[in-house]
């Protein structure tokens, strides 16, 4: 299984910024895809995530009304489209795909992207 995220980004403050993660060695639509991200000394925490029929979506309060997960099947490719970004979206940002229904699963991990805002 791999899941590979395009190079870092760096942005101004205000600014979008789109994320794709594509898939591969998995049956994709029986995934639940979401993104995580990591700041230097802070913990990993969930930004987003879209079930495996995309019916339903969860966001960090951080991030609601700026960001949305959204998933193309047909290309088995996640995305997050991030706008009105600010500095403490400044992060790594990883995918991540679980079996629907395995939920204590651990699942299986991009290599991260670097998004840095500038203010």
């Known amino acids: 299984v791999e899941l590979v995220e395009p190079g870092g980004r760096l942005v101004q403050a205000g600014g979008s910024l789109r994320l794709s993660c594509a898939s591969s060695?998995?049956?994709?639509?029986?995934?639940?895809m979401a993104w995580f991200r990591q700041a230097p000394g802070k913990e990993r925490e969930l930004v987003a995530k879209i079930n495996w029929i995309g019916s339903v979506t969860d966001y960090a309060d951080s991030v609601k009304g700026r960001f949305t997960i959204s998933r193309d099947d047909a290309k088995n490719t996640v995305y997050l489209q991030m706008n009105n970004l600010k500095p403490e979206d400044t992060a790594v940002y990883y995918c991540?795909?679980?079996?629907?229904?395995?939920?204590?699963?651990?699942?299986?991990w991009g290599q991260g992207t670097q998004v840095t805002v500038s203010s």
């Open positions: 060695g998995l049956t994709f639509n029986v995934y639940t």
């Open positions: 991540h795909a679980k079996l629907w229904n395995r939920p204590a699963d651990s699942g299986y």
